[in-house]
C-alpha cells in the first residue's frame, strides 16, 4: 500500500466518523477524543507487546490472539493520522521533514 492510498482511505474514514459521531460545538472534542482513542489503541498494542514477550499473566497469555499484534500496529497508524488529519496536519510532509532531519542528523539516506 502506498501513501496516498492510505491518506485516501483516511479522508474517507473521517468523513464516515463525522457522520457516525455527528457535528461538534467546535473542533476542539473531536481532537480530544481522537487523542484519548489513540491513547486507547497505543493500550491495546502495548498489551499485545507484553503478550509476545510473555510478560503478562497465564490466562491473558492462554487467551492471545497472536495475529492481533498486526491489527494493533495498524489501529495505532490509522488512529494516528486521523488525529493528524482532524489537526490539519500534512503527515505527508512532516514525515518528509522528518526523514530529512533524521538523515542529516546521522548522515543517512546518501
Ligand atoms: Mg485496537
Redesign the pocket.
Known sequence: MKLKDLLKFIEIEDKRLRKYYGSYPDEEKRILARTVKLT??LG??CNDVLAHNSLQRKQKLDELDKE?IQ??FA??LITTLLLANVMSVDIEKALERKIEKINKRYDLGK
Open positions: 486507547e489503541e491495546e498494542l492481533n491489527e494493533e489501529d495505532v
